[in-house]
């Protein structure tokens, strides 16, 4: 069955540190990996996005990695800010067609504090 | 910022009315979504469209329609709403229709049904 996991599920950490999330996933076969951003009462915004040759993405403080051996990904931030607090959506598909399918994780939540 | 939005942002009312929800995007896109999220889960595609007069109903079983007349707009309705339907709504459009274009969401619509 494909599946998207993610850990943890919520997150609290203060202002400036750094923290990564993980993304775990059954998803075969694989075509790409993306991690959004969501904010309370929003839609997701895309950070990153990385195929199966790539095993590093960087986005300004955002930066993913991705293990396509193991089916892992992880999304560090660095230097957190308070306007990180968001949910962070890991989400495969399984083909680079019109025919891929996005499976989507639960998220976590990050909550940063001042 | 993507150029899409989604009316209206929140909608309580009671069981057995009808409801549309508008969406519309500026950016062109022959390629529109539509998905449903509840709080703490996953996305779940419920309807898509790859141009107009086209839509097709997603992975999850859903008792909306969808429309497609003008490449700009993809409202949903709901002829009867009941408590179940409860949920938020969240519209997205994208170029092209492969996984590895980036779909821009619209900031969402929570509904509530009494």
């Known amino acids: 069955k494909n599946q998207v996991e993610q850990s943890p599920q919520s997150l609290i950490i203060l202002e400036g540190k750094n923290c990564t999330l993980q993304c775990n996933y059954t998803v075969s076969p694989f075509s790409n990996l993306r991690w959004y951003k969501q904010d309370t009462g929003r839609g997701p915004v895309s950070l990153t996005i990385?195929?199966?040759?790539?095993n590093t993405k960087s986005n300004g403080r955002y930066t993913a990695t991705l293990d396509a051996d193991t089916k892992q990904s992880s999304l560090h931030i660095t230097a957190s800010q308070l306007s990180d607090s968001a949910s962070y959506i890991c989400v495969v598909s399984d083909r680079g067609s019109t025919l891929g399918r996005l499976y989507f994780g639960r998220g976590t939540q990050l909550t940063v504090w001042p | 910022e993507a150029d899409i939005y989604q009316t209206p942002r929140y909608l309580v009312i009671g069981t057995g009315k009808k409801i549309t929800l508008e969406c519309s995007q500026t950016m062109g896109h022959d390629k529109m979504y539509w998905y449903q999220q509840d709080p703490g889960m996953e996305l779940h595609l419920i309807h898509y469209s790859y141009g107009v007069n086209s839509t097709e109903k997603g992975d999850l079983s859903s008792e909306s329609t969808v429309s497609r007349i003008r490449t700009e707009h993809f409202p949903l309705t709901l002829e009867s709403a009941r408590p179940s339907h409860t949920s938020q709504y969240l519209c997205a459009s994208s170029r092209g229709g492969q996984s590895t274009d980036t779909q821009y969401f619209g900031p969402g619509t929570r509904l509530t049904v009494l």
């Open positions: 990385m195929t199966f040759s790539e």
